[in-house]
Each structure stands twice: as C-alpha cells, then as structure tokens.
C-alpha cells in the first residue's frame, strides 16, 4: 500500500497563482481532509482577497494573501519566504502560475507570445525554485506542479503555450528527482482542458473537465505519492497515443 506524499497532510500551504480556479479547488478538497492555513500569492491584490475569504469561509484557518509578479523574477525569493515566514514553515506548496497562448500563436503576435513563455517557463519555473527551497528550508514536504497535457507533444494549435508548459514540466520532474534526496517530493499534474475562466469562450476539447475533477485526482496523486497525474485520468493513454503519432499525421491536427 502507497504512503501519501510527505507533507500532504500538513496544515501550512503555499500557493503560487493564488487566484487559480484549479490551486483553489485542490485547496477546497484538502480542506475537507484536514484543516489548513493557506498564504496565496499572486498580482491581483482584490482578487486574492475574495480568494481568501471564500477559504476562510470553507474553514481554513488562516488565508495570508502575499503580492507577486510572475514576471518580475527578482522579487520571488523575498515574497516566497515572506509567505513562509507568515506560516512558520511550509509542509505543501502549489505552483499555479500560467497564461495561455493568444490565438494564432507566435506566427500572429510575438510579443504576446513571448509573455506566454516568460509567464509559464521562467516565471514558473523561478516559483517553482523558490518553492521548493521553502519546503526544504521546513524539513520537506510536497510541491504539486499544475503542467498540461501540451507539455507532451506540442501541437500546432498552441506551440508556444505547449512548449512553456513542456519546459516547466521538465523542470519539475528533473527536480522531483534531485529534492527526493531532501525531503521534497514533487507531484507534475497533467490537465487537458479546463473549463475555468482562462478558458471561457474557447471552443472545449475532447475530455474537458473541472477544476473540482482535478482538484479529485490531484488528492488521490497525494494520498499515493505519485509523481505524476492527468486529468481525466484517460488522458494518460491518449497522450501515450499521441506521442506515437508520426509528425507528418500530427501535423493534420488542428486543434
């Protein structure tokens, strides 16, 4: 039988992407376990407010809101640890930092395209450092890291979306790897479509889910601490399936 993920149980988490409507629901469903106290980072100072009092009112414990840029990479280390310090440690952190890819890519506007990579890679990734340090600096405990399916095999519906996402992903396993060694595990979530507000508007893809479904499967990652999750859990085979494709079929695709 699996043990859960170390740190899965513990009271004080981080949330980076504070107002995310996925990092929320899993907050939600831990919250039904255990109860918690939560530090949220994020720009929208208003909007990590009401984030923090719809936890309070599920009954979280406490609900810190701390600002952060994703952008501004110099100011992660003094925001991640103000959080840290505010909790008195951290025992789960989650990284929910993301933008999604203006229509028609980087072949229609580079500038927003390069946004999209400096929000999902760098901006991720540097949280995602500075994350991990947190945890380790408690003892250890969990990172769960909110990826794509797009970080499987990149498509030309979104390259540029698909390729920040399979860089962040990249980095999380590769690091899963080396803070297993410190107390740390990393847990990569693979969501296809969401329907959340990032999404309103856009036409659902196949196998579109919830924030509550993934909130679902990433407990069941915890409880059994796994490294890896897609939701829905079929995606698992898709993408398997996907990745076979030889290029010149996958090219076809257009969504």
Do not use: C
């Amino acid at each position: 039988m699996s043990k859960p993920a170390p740190g899965a149980d513990g009271r004080r988490v981080l949330v980076a992407g504070g107002t995310s409507e996925i990092a929320l629901a899993i907050l939600g469903a831990l919250q039904a376990r255990a109860e918690r106290e939560v530090a949220l980072l994020g720009r929208d100072r208003e909007a990590l407010e009401r984030a923090g009092e719809r936890l309070r009112e599920q009954g979280v414990a406490r609900a810190l809101t701390v600002p952060i840029e994703a952008a501004e990479l110099s100011t992660h280390g003094a925001a991640v640890r103000q959080a840290s310090e505010q909790l008195g440690g951290a025992d789960l952190a989650i990284l929910a930092v993301g933008a999604l890819e203006p229509a028609g890519g980087a072949t229609d506007d580079v500038e927003a395209a390069l946004r999209v990579l400096q929000v999902n890679l760098l901006g991720a990734g540097s949280l995602l450092m500075h994350l991990a340090d947190a945890l380790r600096a408690s003892g250890g405990g969990t990172l769960v890291v909110l990826s794509s399916v797009a970080a499987e095999r990149p498509r030309r519906a979104n390259p540029v979306y698909g390729a920040s996402k399979a860089g962040l992903d990249a980095l999380a396993q590769g690091m899963g790897d080396v803070l297993r060694d410190h107390g740390v595990h990393v847990l990569v979530v693979r969501p296809g479509f969401v329907r959340t507000r990032m999404t309103e508007g856009l036409d659902p893809a196949p196998f579109a889910t919830s924030a509550e479904a993934v909130a679902a499967v990433v407990v069941r990652g915890l409880a059994r601490d796994a490294h890896t999750v897609w939701a829905p859990p079929a995606l698992r085979w898709v993408m398997l399936a996907v990745r076979l494709l030889p290029r010149s079929l996958l090219r076809r695709v257009k969504r």
